[in-house]
């Protein structure tokens, strides 16, 4: 089996994350969506209401599993058993951060990190937008999965 997490703090899951998902079903048998606690961001959205916002998004796709956890990426990766991390690139400054984890995680574990160019129609797109957004009051149902209501 091939098994993939894909981490992030996620807040919010938006389209862009959820077509990441979406397309990397083609190429592994299961996605883990792992939602990190990271210690240098401040999080709008509790872990259980991040999690409920991707089990709605993942309701009918049982590929899916979604977990948190509070530890290092790759420890949760070797945690459920996963061989592969997914990543999603929207520009070239994404690039070399997910670059230089990549290397420290397979030379530390040898799991692999597939990368996942983000569909231009969401490059735009990020957690810190629809998160002001939403601080705001501004309707962020577009930028939203399916299926998803805040």
């Keep these: 089996m091939r098994r993939a997490i894909f981490p992030g703090t996620f ?5 862009g994350h959820y077509s990441i998902v979406q397309r990397g079903l083609a190429f592994f048998d299961e996605i883990v969506i792992g939602i990190g606690h990271n210690q240098s961001k401040q999080t709008l959205f509790t872990v259980e209401k991040r999690l409920d916002l991707v089990q709605q998004a993942f309701q009918n796709e049982p590929r899916v599993k979604i977990a948190s956890y509070n530890s290092l990426t790759v420890d949760f990766a070797l945690s459920v058993k996963a ?23 397979r030379k530390l574990t040898g799991i692999e990190t597939v990368i996942l160019f983000t569909e231009s ?13 939403y601080s705001f009051g501004k309707d962020i149902s577009t930028f939203l999965p399916p299926n998803v209501k805040l």
């Excluded at 807040?11 to 389209?15: K, Q, V």
């Excluded at 400054?93 to 997910?98: C, I, W």
């Design 11 to 15: 807040d919010p899951f938006t389209i």
């Design 83 to 105: 061989d592969y991390i997914l990543r999603g690139l929207r520009s070239v400054g994404d690039f070399e951060y997910e670059r230089t984890v990549a290397d420290a995680n």
């Design 121 to 133: 129609e969401y490059s735009y797109i990020s957690s810190t937008v629809v998160r002001d957004l």
